[in-house]
């Protein structure tokens, strides 16, 4: 699988701290923050295994930078 | 299975000895009512059984729902999808649709409610008559609210009020109520119901925005909002909770108070479009019978009478009872010296006879709620009573 | 590059965060329904999203269908009169354990009896969330809430059996930390001619969790994960074992007549009858 192209942001504004992401993401791509947002830290371990985007309950992770783009000032 | 039959006469109308549930049913089919849900409820179930029969072969769809509630919910649904839609019950029934019809005030969905009045409160007299649920008309639903009431007395009447009902619901986008009673429901006269051609039909205002400029409550065209119906390139939102123009929740206290301003504007404005009266012989009238319903078919009796025997009676049928004919209450108020008010109920519509005529009558009402109709020399021995 | 579909279908002129707690399953089910739609193809111009009161019943507002946010206990009658009055439409409902059983549970069971072409999702968190944590038609016996403070007495519906009884065409249940799995019986659902339940067991972080001490959403969903078996694997479990389990899978996938095609049959019979009237 060509790894590179994955991209993956979260939404500040849109993210309740719940820590979903990083407790179910099984490759530790995210770690909380001392702010109690999730930082992405290893992207390039992502398998593209969707669980983040799937079950981050407040839709605040986007996958596609065109899609955050479009989403800056929401 | 029906208990009535229509024929053409030589002018293509239809013609029939029908009782006023069934003439009602075929004015609103004629109106383009294509949905009906409804519940078993005496004194209105005919209204059920007539549009199971008629709505398929018409491309309507009716449906028996689980309950009351259920039925008036329906009918918002089905309205929302572009259909004319109507329900019909009773008191009983009526009480739970409630909440429903306050659901269709808010959201403005254009629908007919017609409630057959019997005796109440609860279970009350099934099969007799009343006219206690005036009030409840106007308020029954919780909170602030517009809502037309319209109350026919004869079966032609009914058929003539629900085109009318079925145009001001599509015009305002909002529910109208016709109040009906348990005498008028069963009773049969000749009606002849208008032509297609002779018809004038109102249907709900389209929007005429591109679907991304669309808004669930647009006031940039009018106070009453431009309507789709689901299923198409307009996606909206609607909501029962206080919304802003896009259907969406709002708590500010001036958006709250523009959004309840407009949706009572829209009715309050237009009263002269709204409300209907009828006046009999009020031109030369000492004594003023005002009644709504089958009582006026009584009162006529009654002036017709009296005025053999020297009495100058006139009566004053509301056609519409809400909102309140205010002004040709109050223009008769100025003339006749006293007013009777005739309902069966213990006395509801006479408290709006009175705010209405601002003091410059005297207002006696003539109640009763014994089950029974009341007759003309009932009318009469009250109005010779008072002149001692 | 892997999408996010749900952005895409995010009503545009709606406000976010929307207004469920840090946790809450409502909007992972909201986005399993989003992405079930997705995939077959429907175009967001056939949708109607309907729903009752609640905190689930909120999700309609904010995604990019036509939808209509109801009245307690009602969304199915409401979905009934849209879909009878144009059967060509997709009608989704979102509806809580209380909305849909309690208030709603007379609407719930004529639904699934008339079988007619809807899917309803029942988000089930086992409590009342918006109006401060009550009892709810779903809560397990003795659990707390703000309305039983000494524990639930009443037993709970099984949702799933309750929707097979009542004879609706297709019954499924699964969690919200099952994302696909829910995501496959939304499909499922919506692709079954005929009444679809599609059962969401939720996590309420805020409510439930206050009164029985179940963590965050993150333990909920967790607790979920592990309570979790299919229906093949609770074949071979007794009914201790059984006790804590939710069950998983589809409970009913029948092929009853729906009730709009029954409604076609029954215009043929009306327009001969019709046609005898004219010929008078
Ligand atoms: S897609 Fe899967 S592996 Fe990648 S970050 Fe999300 S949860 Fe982790
Ligand atoms: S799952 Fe979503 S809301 Fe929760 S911490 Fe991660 S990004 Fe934030």
Same mark, same amino acid.
């Given at each position: ?74 | ?7 053409? &006469? ?13 003439? $009602? ?50 009918? $918002? ?33 254009? $629908? ?51 085109? &009318? ?52 409550? &647009? ?63 009020? &031109? ?14 009584? $009162? ?89 | 590059?892997?999408? =996010? ?13 929307? %207004?469920?707690? *840090? ?53 199915? *009658? ?5 879909? @009878? ?35 309803? %999702? ?26 039983? *403070?000494?524990? =639930? @007495? ?14 609706? =065409? ?34 309420? *972080?805020? @409510? ?73």
């Amino acid at each position: 699988m060509e790894k590179s192209k994955t991209f993956l942001f979260v939404k500040k504004n849109w993210c309740k701290k719940c820590g979903i992401c990083v407790e179910f993401c099984p490759k530790g791509v995210f770690k909380l923050g001392k702010d109690g947002y999730p930082e992405i830290v290893a992207l390039d371990k992502c398998v593209e295994c969707k669980l983040c985007i799937s079950l981050c309950p407040d839709f605040a992770i986007f996958s596609n930078p065109e899609k955050k783009k479009d989403y800056e000032d929401r | 299975m029906l208990f009535y039959k229509l024929f053409k &006469d030589k002018d293509g109308r239809k013609v029939g000895f029908v009782q006023a549930n069934e003439a $009602c049913i075929e004015a609103a089919l004629l109106a383009g009512m294509r949905f009906f849900a409804g519940y078993p409820i005496t004194p209105s179930s005919e209204m059920a059984s007539v549009s199971s029969e008629k709505l398929p072969m018409y491309g309507g769809k009716f449906i028996q729902m689980e309950d009351e509630i259920a039925a008036m919910t329906a009918v $918002c649904g089905a309205s929302m999808a572009g259909l004319k839609a109507m329900t019909a019950t009773s008191g009983p029934g009526f009480s739970l649709k409630q909440e429903a019809i306050g659901y269709a005030a808010m959201n403005e969905i254009p $629908c007919v409610i017609v409630n057959v009045q019997r005796a109440g409160p609860s279970t009350g007299l099934p099969t007799q008559v009343s006219q206690g649920d005036v009030m409840q008309a106007r308020w029954g639903t919780h909170g602030d609210h517009p809502i037309i009431v319209l109350s026919p007395s004869t079966v032609v009447e009914t058929a003539d009020l629900t085109f &009318d009902a079925f145009n001001l619901a599509e015009k305002y986008r909002t529910p109208v109520i016709l109040l009906m009673d348990e005498t008028l429901a069963h009773m049969r006269e000749k009606i002849t119901l208008p032509a297609e051609n002779e018809l004038k039909l109102v249907e709900r205002k389209r929007a005429t925005v591109p679907p991304s400029d669309y808004r669930s409550f &647009d006031t940039r065209f009018g106070d009453v909002p431009p309507f789709e119906p689901y299923g198409g390139k307009y996606h909206f939102h609607i909501t029962g909770l206080t919304h802003d123009e896009m259907g969406f929740p709002i708590v500010e206290p001036d958006d709250v108070v523009k959004a309840m301003d407009r949706i009572h504007r829209k009715i309050n404005n237009n009263l002269d479009d709204i409300v209907k009266v009828k006046q009999f012989q009020t &031109d030369d009238a000492e004594i003023l019978l005002v009644s709504f319903g089958t009582p006026v078919r009584t $009162c006529l009796g009654a002036m017709e009478i009296g005025r053999k025997e020297g009495l100058k009676i006139g009566v004053l049928q509301l056609q519409t009872i809400w909102p309140f004919p205010d002004k040709a209450v109050l223009n008769l108020a100025k003339k006749i010296g006293k007013i009777f008010v005739v309902e069966l109920n213990m006395g509801q519509i006479i408290n709006e006879v009175q705010r209405a005529s601002q003091g410059k009558s005297n207002i006696k009402g003539i109640n009763k709620y014994d089950g029974l109709f009341i007759s003309p020399d009932e009318i009469l021995s009250h109005i010779l009573e008072s002149k001692g | 590059m892997m999408e =996010n579909i749900i952005h895409d279908y995010l009503r545009p002129k709606k406000s976010f965060p929307h %207004v469920w707690c *840090p946790g809450c399953g409502d909007g992972i089910v909201l986005n399993a329904m989003v992405r079930a739609i997705h995939s077959l193809g429907k175009s967001k111009d056939e949708v109607v999203f309907v729903s009752g009161i609640g905190c689930s019943s909120r999700a309609p507002a904010y995604t990019d269908f036509s939808s209509l946010h109801g009245i307690h206990g009602r969304a199915l *009658p409401f979905a009934t009169g849209i879909k @009878l009055a144009n059967p060509k439409l997709t009608v989704v409902v979102f509806s809580g354990d209380g909305d849909a059983l309690a208030i709603g549970g007379n609407h719930f069971i004529h639904a699934c009896r008339r079988n007619i072409d809807i899917t309803v %999702v029942v988000i089930n968190n086992n409590i009342y969330g918006m109006t401060g944590g009550q009892a709810s038609p779903t809560m397990p016996t003795g659990a707390y809430g703000a309305t039983a *403070p000494y524990g =639930n @007495l009443d037993r709970p519906f099984d949702v799933c059996k309750l929707a097979a009884a009542a004879g609706a =065409n297709y019954v499924a249940r699964a969690t919200a930390f099952q994302f696909f799995q829910l995501e496959k019986c939304i499909k499922e659902g919506i692709e079954k001619k005929g009444f679809s339940v599609i059962e969401a067991v939720t996590p309420c *972080p805020s @409510l439930y969790s206050f009164f029985n001490n179940t963590g965050r959403g993150v333990d909920m969903l967790k607790k979920l994960r592990d309570r979790a078996v299919t229906t093949q694997k609770a074949a071979t479990l007794s009914p201790a074992e059984l006790e804590d389990k939710i069950v998983t899978g589809v409970f009913a996938n029948e092929n009853f007549r729906e009730y709009c095609a029954g409604y076609a049959e029954l215009v043929e019979k009306a327009e001969r009858s019709k046609k005898n009237e004219e010929s008078l």
